[in-house]
């Protein structure tokens, strides 16, 4: 439990939204990086296709994206007997493991987006200049994209982490509500207002507005900060 302003508000959805957003934003480090890059450089006509599909959460009310995602994840569902075929042998819905899932599929355009935009800006003579000094792939990757392309990475994994700390609609379709399990921060005040508790919501809001401050206040920095550099 955590005490201010003489109002006690439980600890376990502020740790559980910490670690939700932790895991989903380096599973879409990992696979957000590599997606956007091939976008950055697909030049097919399809492209727009997959630029729509990756951008589909921005628009797509959370709760039909929740909805999708429960139908697939339920012990039936297309995505479950996937996992099942390498041995995953638990429960996806209403688990810490829904959770993770539901919150990549809802914030994949803020990784993918700014890393996409990030790497079409880059200048490909560097990265040809450093094939030819007989640079791996790999070496190439770590040692000009990922500097010169850091602002988008930065902005990157910030909103990301961001967006999934406030998440709701697919969180509560995908997870509920259970006590300890699947009870984000999101939730809890929802939780609190159903039960006219409004001076644990308050409490609550009032953290989560300073973070969104916070969090925008350090995207418009490294954006600042960056763009003093170029300048």
Known sequence: MIELFGISVSTQPIWLTFKVAVTTTVILLLVGTPLAWWLAHMRSSFKIVLE???????????????????????????????????????????????????????????????????????????????ATLRAGVLDR?????????RRGILVAMTLTFAHTVGEFGVVLMVGGNVPEVTRMVSIAIFDHVESLEYAEAHLLSGMMLLFSVAVLMLVYGINRRFAVKVG
Do not use: K, W
Not at 141 to 149: E, G, R, Y
């Open 52 to 130: 729509a599909l990756v951008a589909l959460p921005l628009v797509l009310p959370p709760t039909v994206l929740g909805f999708y995602l429960l139908i697939a994840m339920n012990p039936n569902g297309a995505l479950t007997q996937f996992l099942r075929l390498f041995g995953f042998e638990g429960q996806l819905t209403f688990s810490f493991t829904g959770l993770v899932i539901g919150s990549v599929f809802y914030s994949l355009p803020f990784a993918v987006q700014p890393l996409m935009h990030a790497f079409e800006a880059l200048p490909m003579r560097l990265l040809d200049a450093a």
């Open 141 to 149: 990757f770590f040692t000009v994209v990922v500097p010169l392309a």
